[in-house]
């Protein structure tokens, strides 16, 4: 069934619309949007691994809120902006464009039904921009809307135990950590015996990049055949299963905190009045 990694009965799609409008605090429930991409991940790995870690830390941490923190995850985007990963086979990308209107129209959906807590947990790297865009449009057309751009790995986890230091340095992609945590999750399709340890150069100007990470824009190509940018050899399901829990945990505290907390300002619909067929329309001076 659809749900997944998640716990059914905090799954979205599987309420009425009748269940939907007699939730009792729709206002201060957290509605959680995983969003992933299906791209390359190396020739060990399949192409949903963005969206299996969002999809798969989501509903961990669903699975240990208390009955008393009301929230829901929505299905997953499975399909993001992963231009930077066309060359290779398997990789299906959306336009920017497509991807922020994608998110804009799930967001006014989710407002439409009365939630004003949504939070975005983005599992790829290439997209977090896109993300913060969507937020901010949707904060401008409505004063009382809470949206949170979160990214998957920016919480306190337990993965950097597990790295080198020219891991945690170079490693973009189909890497240590991603690899470990999709043997946990989805182990019947990881391929070890094709993993393969593959390093970007690094980059020539320490002023423009002190960490010597790439500081331009890059296809994955760029950086040779195989489609791994870092060191997948060393990871193991075990590692996989610690790092997710760490990642389940602190999302499950963010999600608690997300349905008590209060920002200012709550008005009601801002600018509610002056965006029409979804483009805001600056009303200053009218
Ligand atoms: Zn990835």
């Known amino acids: 069934m659809i749900h997944g990694f998640n716990p059914p009965q905090r799954f979205l799609p599987y309420l009425s619309w009748t269940e939907i409008t007699q939730l009792p605090d729709r206002e201060n429930t957290v509605i959680v949007l995983p969003t992933g991409a299906t791209e390359q991940h190396g020739p060990h790995l399949p192409c949903a691994v963005d969206t299996l870690i969002c999809a798969g830390v989501v509903g961990h941490a669903l699975a240990r809120l208390p009955d008393h923190v009301p929230a829901f995850a929505l299905s997953p985007i499975t399909y993001g902006k992963s231009e930077e990963h066309l060359h290779f086979p398997g990789t299906i990308t959306l336009s920017g464009e497509t991807l922020l209107a994608t998110i804009n129209e799930v967001g006014e959906s989710v407002y439409r039904a009365g939630f004003r807590k949504l939070l975005i947990v983005n599992g790829h790297g290439g997209q977090p921009q896109v993300m913060e865009m969507s937020a901010r449009e949707l904060r401008l057309r409505h004063g009382d809307f809470i949206v949170v751009p979160?990214?998957?790995?920016?919480?306190?986890?337990?993965?950097?135990?597990y790295l080198s230091e020219k891991e945690k340095k170079l490693a973009m992609h189909a890497g240590h950590a991603e690899t470990a945590i999709i043997m946990a999750l989805a182990p019947e399709t990881v391929h070890m015996e094709r993993a393969v340890a593959n390093y970007p150069p690094v980059f020539p100007s320490t002023i423009l990049s002190p960490d010597g990470r790439p500081a331009c824009a890059w296809s994955a190509r760029d950086f040779g055949e195989s489609g791994i940018i870092g060191d997948p050899l060393g990871a193991t399901p075990e590692q996989g299963h610690v790092i997710l829990e760490s990642l389940a945990k602190s999302?499950?505290?963010a999600i608690t905190e997300l349905h008590t907390?209060?920002?200012?300002?709550?008005?009601?619909?801002?600018?509610?009045?002056?965006?029409?067929?979804?483009?805001?329309?600056?009303t200053f001076g009218e």
């Open 150 to 161: 979160g990214f998957t790995w920016r919480v306190p986890n337990v993965a950097s135990q």
């Open 251 to 253: 999302w499950a505290q």
């Open 261 to 282: 907390l209060e920002w200012a300002p709550r008005e009601q619909d801002t600018w509610g009045k002056s965006h029409q067929n979804g483009y805001i329309q600056n």
